[in-house]
């Protein structure tokens, strides 16, 4: 590379790392605050809340590394317009191009990166997320339960214990477990001790009873017992059924060729289609977006208002055409028919970026950059217009002559 364009591609890239870092920083905080209820409630400690709020990052990063990297580009090209650079760079006879090759290397950079995210980065750890909320689940009577404290750890179910001991055995315990529609069983007990076997975890309960209520009006019943077991792994279920992947828990494989008995796909194909596509036209964001920038913003402007105008016009585009591919993904979920709208989101920023830049290959006084995008969608439509069907002429013909 030259010596401008080592010069630009520091200066994007060290904007587009603190940038990263701080939406990253910003997700983080709000996902931690979500998860807070982990260490102020349910007793875990500080180690689990950060590993688990951090494994929840890579699902975002491929939506936050392109916005970065726009931001990057925008924030760079506006400076070095504000320094006169690009005027400098223009007076030696640099086209828009000449701007645009660090960039792209960069936006490549970026899009290999989304795309490892996408395929390994966010399964595993989001794989790796379901293991945690697990032992989370498994420590819950140890950890989670605080005497005098009622907690439930998931809905119509709810534990109470008075006090624990310092060799862990806890007193005066209460559960009631209103789950099953057609009982419900509160149970009452003096004492109890956790007992493992294996991977299995048991609450095994002393001098109580149990109260049945039928939901059918009959009347309740009492059930005293010297010693009773409750299976804890009834709060969180396992096993090869019931474990499920989400699609955004699968590699990549696993989506292209997913078991003919999944249930998932089943009941959802929608949604793994959405997906897989989703995955693969989500490196094509950062290129799209760096191209955007530079036909509005890669060239020398000598008035603030057009600066403003192109700053702008460079945002709200990549952002239509971000919100645009959001929204595909949508409807990529309930017909199949609106895939290739996946793809032609992010394709149609860049034909149209191209069709500017073309336009504008040597920057020059003229319109603005209004007339100048409205000029390239004339120039993209007209490229499009020998795939119209042949009678659209003669039926435009007869019009004109009918008028």
Known sequence: MSTFSRYLFRQVAGALLLILLSLSGVVWIALALRE???????????????IMTTLALPNLIALIAPIALLIATIHTLNRLNGDSELIVLTASGATVWTIARPLLLLALLVSIGVAFVNHIGMPWSLRLLREYVVQVRADLISQVLKPGQFSSPERNLTFHIRDRTYDGELLGILMHD??????????LAERGTLVKQGEATFLVMSDGHIVRQPQNGDPPQIVTFESYAVDLDRLEPKGSGSTVLKPRERYFSELVRPDPEDPYLKHRPGEIRAELHERLSNPLYPVAFVLIAVAFIGQARSTRQNRVEALVLAFVLSAVSRIGGLAANNLAVIHASAVPLLYLMPLGGIGLAIALMSLNARPRGGPGVTERLRQAATFVLSGAAPLLPARLGPRASRREETG
Request: no cysteine; net charge negative; proline share 0%.
């Open 36 to 50: 807070l209820d982990l260490v102020t409630s349910e007793g875990q400690d500080a180690l689990v809340f950060v």
């Open 178 to 187: 209103a789950r099953n529609k057609e009982q419900t069983m509160s149970y």
